[in-house]
């Protein structure tokens, strides 16, 4: 079974400050993980993922996540938050299931910047 | 390049009606996938077509059904609507049914059930 565990729904930083939301997945292989960003109104849209290789993802708007085994998380930072990163952030894990592309999510982190 | 589209964006259906949703996926993608969002919750899956078979579903009841097409176009159908169906009925493709893959999603149908 594979579960994402978010901690922290909402999230509040200042403008220009450290961005850090938390995930941490269980899985009984190898995981995919991805994290997602979903605007007012809007689907998602993939902020980055890892699958193999560097531990240290860069992904889009100045995103990045680490993947750490020992501590199975999967953390995603910014290192200056900006008003338009006002957003939930969902982060989520594949796993192959009997053929198909199981992607279990997590109940997402509202992020809040304050000017 | 087109990215996946998804109709109606918006619709209102009574308790006991049914309801389709209609999907075009990306293109070059034969994946389809259909997730629940209820609010205040991450995306739920529903099922996964590749060419045009259902390959996975989640913990949905059978009146949650679906279908995939020649063009990988994909619909939901719900039927006897129940007001917790009341949500947003996310779309989404990808390349195959790899695990590694992005999926790309639409950006969804609110569906309310009154």
């Known amino acids: 079974a594979q579960s994402v565990t978010q901690l922290g729904s909402h999230v509040s930083v200042s403008e220009g400050a450290l961005v850090l939301l938390r995930c941490n997945y269980s899985?009984?292989?190898?995981?995919?993980l991805f994290w997602y960003v979903q605007y007012p109104n809007q689907g998602l849209q993939l902020l980055l993922k890892?699958?193999?290789?560097?531990?240290l993802v860069k992904g889009i708007n100045g995103f990045e996540a680490e993947f750490k085994k020992s501590e199975t998380s999967f953390h995603l930072t910014k290192p200056s938050a900006h008003m338009s990163d006002a957003a939930e952030y969902f982060c989520?894990?594949?796993?192959?299931?009997?053929?198909?592309?199981?992607?279990?999510f997590g109940i997402g982190t509202k992020l809040q910047v304050i000017p | 390049e087109t990215g996946v589209t998804q109709s109606p964006t918006h619709l209102i259906k009574t308790r006991g009606q049914q309801v389709t949703l209609r999907c075009s996926s990306q293109s070059g993608h034969n994946t389809v996938s259909w997730y629940q969002q209820a609010l205040g919750q991450g995306p739920q899956f529903i099922f996964q077509?590749?060419?045009?078979?259902?390959?996975g579903r989640g913990n949905f009841p059978p009146r949650f059904s679906g279908l995939q097409f020649p063009n990988y176009s994909s619909e939901l159908n719900v039927n006897a609507l129940e007001l917790d169906d009341s949500a947003l009925y996310l779309c989404a493709s990808s390349l195959d049914s790899g695990t590694g893959n992005t999926i790309y999603f639409g950006e969804g149908s609110w569906l309310t059930v009154v």
């Open positions: 899985s009984s292989v190898p995981p995919y």
């Open positions: 890892y699958t193999t290789g560097a531990t």
């Open positions: 077509y590749y060419r045009e078979e259902e390959n």
């Open positions: 989520a894990v594949s796993r192959s299931s009997g053929g198909y592309q199981k992607v279990t």
